[in-house]
């Protein structure tokens, strides 16, 4: 079962008192570091505040985190199967090489088996978690202001087209078509849930996506319009500030957004957005409760278009929305990322958060 971990504070205090009796149970990851260990590390422990807990290895990386050095979290599964524990190994060593299937092959692997034992044990195969690792050296350079080549250099690309071309598929464009006077600023934003893009003027939030969103290119593609092509990479005060505001989220510390918002869509997409911000975390609306809430209970469809439509994620929460018959509905980042985000959110139930408190 992915859901059923301790509250977020046994959690810690099993953390603080390595208790090793959630060994292979439980894993935390650390935001300060971008590390995720087993709850028995001896390294220092970390704020309570920069900890995110998960039940599987394979959530840990999703989320982006890298397996701390000390505990080493990967060992049960490497010790498990030979092929992963050398094509980890491997990837320590060389981590801004770009792993091809020919590798895999010439190290005397079988490829459809590798394939599989790595999405069984991680959601992802080997070279999807080689590539997302170099991708982010070469995005962390570009919004730091480092030069095209300094960034291919970084992420382990040795041929500038194949550079262009991967980060052109991560972004909608080629890191030579950014613009040096930017309208609105890209920036990469690590989550407990995984990677996501924020797209932001200097005052404004306007898109928040995890990065396997089908729709980003999509959505990216209309921003670019919106801003006659001065899209460009960096930090802006809106980024900083929703970059806060979402580790207070999955702290359990706040869910409350306060990042001003730049609305892309119709009037009564706007209105849809709006309610939808209104739903208290920790509990759900159906379509057509939202529809009836507008005074317009014969658009539940026109709702549900303008759900699927947002593209600011966890802050205009169409997580929140669920089928009439409280089945979890379609959702652009996973219904297992909505199904995590509803469970992360009953701690911000007021009678919940009560229990514990006494509990505590």
Not at 4 to 16: F, G, I, N, S, V
Not at 122 to 144: I, K, N, Q, S, V
Not at 149 to 172: H, M, N, T, V, Y
Request: charged share 25%.
């Amino acid at each position: 079962m992915l859901f059923d971990l301790p509250d977020h504070d046994t959690l810690y205090r099993a953390l603080l008192e390595r208790d090793s009796s959630y060994d292979g149970q439980a894993y935390v990851c650390v935001s300060s570091t971008g590390v995720f260990c087993r709850l028995t590390c001896p390294a220092r422990k970390p704020k309570q505040e920069n900890c995110t807990f998960f039940a599987s290895v394979g959530e840990c990386l999703e989320a982006g985190f890298r397996a701390c050095k000390r505990c080493h979290p990967l060992q049960p599964m490497a010790l498990a199967d030979p092929a992963i524990a050398t094509l980890l190994a491997a990837l320590e060593e060389r981590p801004d090489y770009r792993w091809r299937e020919g590798d895999i092959a010439r190290m005397g692997f079988d490829l459809s088996t590798v394939r599989r034992s790595f999405k069984r044990q991680f959601g992802m195969t080997f070279l999807e978690m080689a590539r997302l690792r170099r991708l982010r050296d070469g995005f962390e350079t570009l919004a730091e202001g480092g030069a095209v080549i300094e960034g291919q250099l970084d992420a382990g690309f040795d041929s500038a087209s194949a550079f262009r071309a991967a980060f052109s598929k991560l972004l909608g464009r080629a890191p030579g078509r950014l613009s040096s006077d930017p309208l609105l600023l890209a920036d990469w934003v690590t989550t407990p849930l995984g990677d996501m893009i924020a797209v932001s003027s200097a005052s404004q939030l306007h898109l928040l996506e995890f990065f396997d969103r089908k729709a980003l290119p999509r959505e990216l593609a209309r921003l670019d319009g919106f801003a006659k092509g001065r899209l460009g990479i960096g930090q802006s005060d809106p980024s900083e500030q929703i970059k806060a505001e979402l580790a207070a989220f999955f702290a359990g510390k706040s869910a409350a957004f306060q990042t001003p918002l730049a609305y892309h869509g119709s009037e009564f997409s706007g209105a849809v957005w709006d309610v939808l911000r209104q739903i208290p975390a920790g509990t759900t609306r159906s379509y057509s409760e939202i529809a009836a809430g507008l005074g317009r209970p014969s658009a539940v469809r026109a709702v549900a278009r303008a759900n699927g439509a947002n593209q600011i994620a966890l802050v205009i929460p169409c997580h929140r929305v669920i089928g009439a018959d409280g089945a979890l509905t379609g959702y652009g980042g996973g219904l297992w990322r909505k199904q995590k985000l509803l469970e992360i959110e009953r701690q911000y139930v007021p009678e919940l958060r009560g229990e514990r408190d006494v509990t505590s």
